[in-house]
């Protein structure tokens, strides 16, 4: 069973526009969260995270929100770059368990010039 | 430098053969995982290790085989391949407990 969920496969936007990306997790015990950015043919990168214990984290353009009573985060790009485009993965983690991130699906971004 | 460094970047195997996917990681850190990315599955937690000689199994971990001797190295053992092993295959260390830093990945076909 799915733990942590994005639901969306793939999203475009326009140039300058936000990007709003959607994850969902099921497990309770999951208390850090974070955002990685995939392009095609390397390894994923880290890109911002956010502790159980805050709401939001901004990051120069990037800024992740955490609603934990509907177990739900999102990531808000603005504004929006061509060079934003890449496969965006949604990370959760029990804290008392190291080593043991669970991806989501991950959310192909395409922005458009 | 290099962070971390999986060897080959590429391999094709027969279904049956072994194989030794190679992880080598510079950073000292404690925590390493692997994961296979699938299309329509993100990336799957294989297995992982919280130090030298400690690993445990994560989501995936049938048909593989890990060990931790040092702290530097985290190799993966295909047992005996099959298609469905056909994927990308990521290792990770870790910045403290969650932060991860990826290889560039390894590219497994199986026929």
């Known amino acids: 069973d799915q733990q942590v969920k994005q639901n969306s496969p793939s999203l475009s936007v326009q140039e300058g526009r936000i990007s709003i990306l959607n994850c969902d997790y099921t497990?309770?015990?999951?208390?850090?969260f974070l955002w990685y950015k995939k392009y095609p043919a390397e390894g994923p990168t880290f890109l911002i995270s956010?502790?159980?214990?805050?709401d939001k984290n901004e990051d120069g353009r990037f800024t992740v929100f955490l609603n934990k009573s509907a177990k739900h985060l999102s990531l808000h790009i603005v504004p929006s770059q061509p060079g934003d485009s890449a496969v965006y993965f949604c990370a959760a983690s029990d804290s008392q368990q190291g080593g043991k991130l669970i991806f989501g699906q991950g959310t192909e971004l395409s922005v458009k010039p | 430098n290099a962070g971390v460094t999986q060897t080959p970047k590429f391999q094709v195997l027969k279904t049956g053969q072994s194989m030794t996917l190679q992880c080598a990681q510079d950073?000292?850190?404690?925590?390493m995982s692997w994961y296979r990315q699938d299309p329509g599955m993100g990336l799957r937690l294989i297995h992982y290790s919280v130090g030298a000689g400690i690993t445990d199994q994560g989501e995936v971990p049938n048909g593989y085989n890990v060990s931790r001797s040092t702290t530097e190295d985290f190799p993966l053992r295909l047992l005996s391949a099959a298609p469905s092993q056909t994927s990308v295959y990521f290792c990770a260390t870790y910045r403290g407990i969650d932060e991860a830093f990826f290889g560039q990945g390894t590219r497994l076909t199986v026929v």
């Open positions: 956010i502790s159980s214990i805050k």
């Open positions: 950073m000292n850190h404690e925590y």
């Open positions: 497990n309770s015990m999951f208390d850090y």
